[in-house]
């Protein structure tokens, strides 16, 4: 008689081992620490409304709008008092998930996966009425294509990351690609080889970047700068070069296995990513972004970008820099304690960090209430000269040298 | 010699806790016992009278072995029963024979199919719930754990039922139980889906059935074991072996616990082989192979020895079907057993051994025999289903007390196993049972007791829930106290309820208060119906002086501001039009004016706790002042009449202000819906509900409208929209305009592959802009043609299910150069005609283009209705009419 009693024990360990490793909310333990000098204030969301946001924006009278993946607007009055005392208001609804919103002369600018939407309110009820379509000409046909858009650019430009159809295909005009909205409603693709884009945005210098999940030819996530003509490692969207006036299809393909420094050598147009994201210890899902610009009132880490994971609940900050052409950076934990859900993260003009995550409950994920969210420096402004020493070992000699 | 009798008497749930008087409880018992059935009489209540379930199908129905002791000995085989005992002046001989005649009749009058099916532990689970909360408990008696009844003596009784049905054929009576039981005593309980059956199930979990092993399926994140949160037990009973084919269709991630008996043939060592991903397996006691379940591996192969005696070996394994390309075997071999898997032949799911239903084989003599006794004993009496003729005893008016039937010790009439009690409420009730007039009040209680509706509902003078019963009754929003759980008051109800919501609710199954787990039961129309109008005419209360409206729209206005979040915040507990309130989830107050009377309305506002004691309804106007004395100068009746004037609009009403948007459905109300996303039009489709209940969904990608229909408009869930109501009305793909080189070309559509279009056609859509009832105007870009496009919804002239409104479509073409003819596909279907002057009809669709027009039909696949146009330099229009 043979029992496998070894092999039980091998794995009851392989399996202790990778669930400690994957305990989510408790990325780094250091959210205690953290706490102190980043508090997270919850802002009430009432239960009649549908949150879950997508994308956010700030409007020039210093409201909070949300963009949902119900489709809605909600423009929230209060939301960056401390405590917060929140005021929804529904601006726009019926719309398909959005994921960008940019406010620009009195017009809400959102892009959700079919188009670029121009939504405006003509009667004065601060009820959106007109939904002009800014551009549609990208393909969208399967269930997978997501559509990423930014701000305004200073040319008054919205830029959209297309997803692939799924991880490995492009079956759909200009799946995989990055492509740049004019004002006038002009598309022009600008570059290719997208997997699966999350949030598109700029870095202090202005450069375009945008959030690459890991998935086939991309190991972990990564933030790739949009470069003009690149081509960002996923060959699938090479067929649509034949519909770009002015670019030509790559004369190579990337092989696989290999490395993309060593293709780099191989395909000219390609771009390698800016920052890698070690794979769970800094990232699973991050989906949104945003540059500090606060002047300092989020505390010492202006002109970084900060980006939101959806699956480890967590916020990351990141640093860019050029060096020869090319961009590359680091990227730094930042706040752990959240939910999971994040999509997306915006700066109030009081320089807090607004983000929403969600609750899982009894009834399923994501349904019931969802806690918006705002973090906001305090400690660094007490302790300035304690904090480098957020966090103990390696982590803590990058936080003390930050590259810019 | 006679049988030994259980005296427990008939039971008639509630009549003994009722507080209707003794007459009209001996009154109860005459017309529940049928006792008109042999002793005719032509008064009313003798046709009101139960009757005997129905016999022509009892052999389907019913266990023959189960019918055969129940005729021997009635009230032995199910105590409380109220079938008398009718062979007591035959000896014990004569009654068995007389019985199995009486069954051979029974069987014979029509094939039978009964057949006995394997209890699914899994169903009854569910079914125990179930028949602890739809509100069976109300009459039958609730049982504990183990299945012991714990109110049995004011139960109506069930009896041992694994002996007398099969799941079938219980499922079959719940289903519809008046086609058996025609008078209702035993209500249709409403069940849903698989409910009659999980009843069944538990019910009959003690049968028994001969098999080979006993299994039980889960499902969901089985790797991490039969324990976690994540996995659900589906479904239990027997299976022929351990093939997985034998259990139907698995699917991935699904775990199987096998458990049964081996019979090893000859002692000797026996190897087990098994390919699995994971799984326990254990013999005679012993684990042979253990291997925990991985979702991240394939399978792997296995094997363990045992040596076993002869004989009856126990045998368990639970098999885990997950991981990579889940497959299974399992083969044993031993002395004299070649490697292969476990004969069906080779298995018992029991230890000991378990006769197999033999189905019954009538005997055409007997059953000639037995008919003649259905006849003499008076069986046809009551049983009138069969064909057999009656046989009338003496006359009721000539009964008399305490003789026959209601003496304690005659052997020679049908025994009642009455009680005392009941002897004498009956003897009380006999000389007056055919002269007594009875008052709508009277009437009212001996039905309310005769269907046990005090089992559920309280009423003043009448009854109300038994006190040991009350903690059964249970509900989804335990905000609502009480009330979220127990059936509603019936006290004043026919001053409530308008006639129309109480008929819909007794008699065709509607309901309002959907958080009550407890069913409202159906008891057919000729058994309840009279209820309506009683209630109608002894239900007073006194009339409230209706305010004087002056300005209607001034009134509704108020109610609703009322309603709204910033008034008296009604939808913050009520449900409001579908979409559910934020917190206590009260009762859908948007059609509350079509089931309460307006008088009762104003009075229950005035004050809700004299009709409840317990509500958690507040008091709005608090000894007669509002609580808004802005509104309506606070005139309390004025407000309470603006509440009711606002609600009287229905869905229609303008939409509250602090609406929950939680529910995924989408429901229209006074203005115009519009949801977007992957659905029904292609991916970048834009649904639109308009507020006469008619909607489209228009396809933004090739700016064509792609459905039309009628009814509730659509649910969302985020990036897709999915079509709710009926009467569809779908076109094909396509762009709306094209210039057809020829009529024999094909209408263009966007492929999978062509990328460019419809851009490469000339069009780019423009986006919409809604209107101030926020119906959109869709634009676009054809060529050097804008293009606006408006559907307008039409009332419709009659009231079908659905309404008979329409669309009156604009189209609004501009260009700065005249447009040479270019074709409008106006509707394409599978058959279009025409119809006449300007009237087409394409499936289900009628078409109406101006008469000036020369459009085309054109036929193929799909058929058209093409609208050739020219267009000058400027404005045109262009108005057609989509009727359905």
């Known amino acids: 008689m043979v029992v496998f009693r070894n092999l039980i024990l091998f794995l009851a360990l392989f399996a202790a081992l990778s669930v400690a490793a994957e305990d989510l909310g408790e990325a780094w333990g250091t959210a205690e620490a953290e706490a102190e000098y980043y508090p997270i204030v919850n802002i009430a969301i009432p239960p009649e409304v549908p949150m879950r946001p997508g994308s956010f924006e700030i409007l020039p009278d210093g409201r909070l709008a949300a963009g949902t993946r119900r489709g809605d607007i909600y423009f929230i009055e209060g939301a960056f008092e401390n405590p917060p005392v929140p005021k929804y208001h529904l601006f726009a609804s019926g719309q398909d998930e959005i994921f960008g919103l940019s406010w620009k002369d009195g017009v809400m600018t959102a892009t959700q996966f079919g188009e670029v939407t121009q939504i405006s309110d003509l009667d004065g ?129 990337p092989n696989t296995p290999s490395r993309l420094q060593i293709e780099k050598k191989r395909v000219e147009e390609l771009v390698p990513p800016a920052i890698r994201f070690p794979y769970i210890k800094m990232g699973r899902s991050i989906s949104g972004f945003r540059l500090n610009q606060t002047g300092g009132k989020f505390g010492p880490f202006e002109n970084q970008i900060f980006l939101g994971d959806y699956t480890l609940s967590i916020i990351l900050r990141a640093t860019t820099e050029q060096v020869n052409g090319v961009w590359q950076g680091a990227c730094y934990p930042f706040r752990e304690g959240l939910a999971t859900g994040i999509m997306n993260v915006e700066f109030s003009p009081k320089g807090q960090l607004i983000a929403e995550d969600s609750q899982q409950t009894a009834n399923g994920p994501f349904v019931a209430r969802s806690l918006l969210r705002f973090s906001e420096s305090t400690g660094a402004e007490k302790h300035p000269s304690r904090f480098g020493r957020l966090r103990s070992g390696k982590m803590d000699s990058i936080l003390r040298s930050p590259s810019r | 010699m006679l049988a030994a009798q259980v005296e427990v008497g008939p039971v008639i749930p509630g009549l003994e806790r009722s507080e209707i008087g003794p007459q009209m409880k001996g009154l109860v018992l005459l017309e529940e016992l049928n006792c008109a059935s042999c002793h005719t009489s032509d008064a009313p209540f003798a046709n009101r009278s139960k009757k005997a379930p129905q016999l022509s199908d009892v052999g389907t129905r019913v266990h023959p072995e189960f019918l055969e002791s129940f005729i021997l000995d009635p009230q032995g085989t199910k105590p409380g029963t109220t079938m008398p005992n009718v062979m007591g002046a035959m000896n014990e001989e004569e009654k068995r024979n007389t019985t199995r005649e009486l069954v051979h009749f029974l069987l014979s009058l029509k094939p039978n199919h009964f057949s006995v099916q394997a209890p699914d532990s899994v169903a009854a689970e569910q079914g125990e719930k179930l028949f602890h909360s739809r509100g069976c408990i109300a009459c039958h008696s609730p049982r504990d754990e183990e299945g012991n009844e714990l109110l049995n003596e004011s139960s109506a009784p069930l009896g041992a039922l694994e002996k007398k049905y099969s799941v079938k054929s219980l499922v079959g009576f719940l289903q519809n139980p008046l086609k058996v039981r025609p008078s209702g005593r035993m209500p249709n309980m409403q069940l849903q889906g698989r409910e009659a059956e999980q009843i069944a199930h538990y019910l009959l979990r003690k049968t028994k059935v001969p098999g080979s092993l006993n299994f039980t399926l889960y499902q969901g994140r089985v790797w991490e074991g039969l324990q976690s949160d994540s996995v659900e037990a589906a479904r239990a009973g027997l299976v022929d072996d351990f093939k997985l084919e034998s259990l139907g269709k698995v699917s991935h991630q699904t775990a199987i616990e096998y458990q049964g008996w081996i019979d090893i043939p000859a002692q000797g060592e026996y190897t087990f082989h098994l390919k699995m991903n994971g799984g326990f397996l254990r013999v005679d006691g012993q684990d042979i192979v253990v291997e925990e379940p991985s979702n991240r591996r394939g399978p792997k192969d ?64 007997l059953a000639a025999q037995g008919r003649l006794h259905f006849e003499k004993l008076g069986c046809a009496n009551c049983h009138d289903d069969v064909g057999a003729p009656s046989r009338k005893r003496i006359e009721f008016s000539n009964l008399r007390k305490n003789k026959g039937c209601l003496s304690s010790d005659s052997s020679d009439t049908p025994r009642f196993s009455l009680t005392d009690t009941q002897r004498n409420w009956i003897n009380g009730a006999l000389k007056q049972a055919e002269t007594i007039a009875l008052d709508d009040h009277q009437e009212i209680g001996k039905t309310l007791v005769s269907f046990n509706c005090i089992g559920c509902h ?114 913050a507990c009520h449900d409001y039009n579908g979409q559910e309130a934020g917190g206590a989830g009260a009762l859908d107050i948007v059609h509350v004016t079509d089931r309460i009377q307006k008088n009762w309305f104003h009075l229950y506002m005035r004050d809700p706790q004299r009709f409840h004691s317990t509500v958690i309804m507040p008091n709005y106007w608090p000894g007669g002042k509002s609580v808004r004395p802005k509104l309506l100068n606070g005139d309390p ?154 559907f307008e919804d039409q009332a419709g002239a009659n009231d079908s299910a659905n309404g008979s409104a329409w669309f009156r479509r604009l189209l609004r073409f501009d260009t700065l150069e005249a447009q040479e003819m270019f074709h409008f596909r106006a509707a394409a279907g599978s058959k279009a005609t025409r119809v006449s002057d300007g009237v087409f009809s394409v499936d289900q669709l009628e078409l109406t283009i101006p008469t000036s027009i020369e459009a085309i039909v054109r036929d193929g696949e799909p058929s058209e209705i093409l609208i050739p146009l020219t267009l000058p330099a400027g404005q045109t229009n262009l108005i057609l009419e989509y009727r359905w």
């Open chain 2, 458 to 571: 309280e009423r003043s003078g009448v009854g109300a829930i038994d006190p040991a019963r009350e903690s059964y009754f249970t509900g989804s929003k335990p905000e609502l106290g009480n009330q979220g759980r127990i059936p509603p008051v019936l006290s004043h109800v026919g001053a409530k309820l308008t006639p129309e919501w109480m008929r819909d609710v007794l008699l065709r199954g509607q309901r309002q208060r959907h958080y009550l787990d407890a069913s409202m039961p159906q008891y057919g129309e000729s058994n309840v119906g009279h209820l309506v109008e009683k209630f109608g005419k002894v239900d007073r209360l006194e009339d409230v002086e209706l305010p004087e409206i002056s300005d209607i729209l001034e009134s509704k206005n108020a109610g609703y501001e009322m309603i709204g979040a910033d008034g008296f915040s009604c939808i």
């Open chain 1, 125 to 253: 009820d601060e009820v959106a009425d007109r939904y002009e379509t800014l551009t549609n000409n990208w393909g969208y046909a399967q269930g997978h294509e997501f559509a990423f858009g930014s701000k305004h650019d200073p040319e008054g430009n919205i830029w959209v990351a297309l997803g692939l159809s799924g991880s490995y295909h492009s079956n759909n005009l200009f799946r995989g690609w990055a492509v740049k909205v004019t004002a006038e409603g002009k598309m022009i693709p600008i570059c290719s080889g997208l997997r699966s884009p999350g949030g598109v945005g700029p870095n202090a210098e202005g450069a375009m970047f945008c959030i690459e999940s890991q998935g086939p030819w991309n190991g972990s996530c990564s933030l790739k700068h949009l470069k003009p003509g690149g081509f960002l490692g996923h060959p699938a969207s090479y067929n649509w070069y034949r519909f770009v006036p002015g670019m030509e299809t790559p004369a190579v393909e």
């Open chain 2, 302 to 365: 296995f094997s363990g020895k045992i040596t076993l005696a002869k004989g009856l070996r126990e045998i368990s394994l639970t098999y885990f079907h997950t991981g990579r390309e889940p497959s299974f075997s399992f083969e044993m071999e031993g002395p004299g057993l070649d490697r292969k898997p476990i004969a069906s032949s080779m298995l018992t799911s029991s230890q000991e051994t378990v006769p197999a239903f033999e189905p019954f084989v009538v005997d055409q003599d």
């Open chain 2, 637 to 790: 009746a004025k407000q309470i009449e603006a509440l009711w004037n606002y609600l009287e609009d229905g869905p229609r009403a303008k939409k509250p202000r602090g609406l929950s948007r939680q529910s995924n459905e989408i429901r229209v109300s006074d203005v115009a819906e519009i949801v977007r996303g992957r659905g029904t039009a292609g991916f970048r489709g834009i649904g639109v509900g308009y507020p006469e209940r008619i909607n489209l969904a228009f396809d933004s990608e090739e700016m064509a409208v792609r459905l039309l229909w009628k009814g509730d408009f659509a649910s969302v869930n985020h990036g897709s929209f999915r079509v709710i109501g009926g009467e569809k009305i779908t076109f094909p793909p396509g762009i709306p305009f094209h210039r057809l080189e020829s009529l024999d070309d094909d209408w263009p559509y966007k492929g999978e592959t062509d990328y460019l279009f419809p851009q490469d056609h000339g069009y780019q859509f423009g986006g919409y802009e809604l209107d101030e009832l926020r119906r959109p105007a869709f634009r676009y870009q054809y060529g050097k043609i804008s293009v606006e496009e408006f």
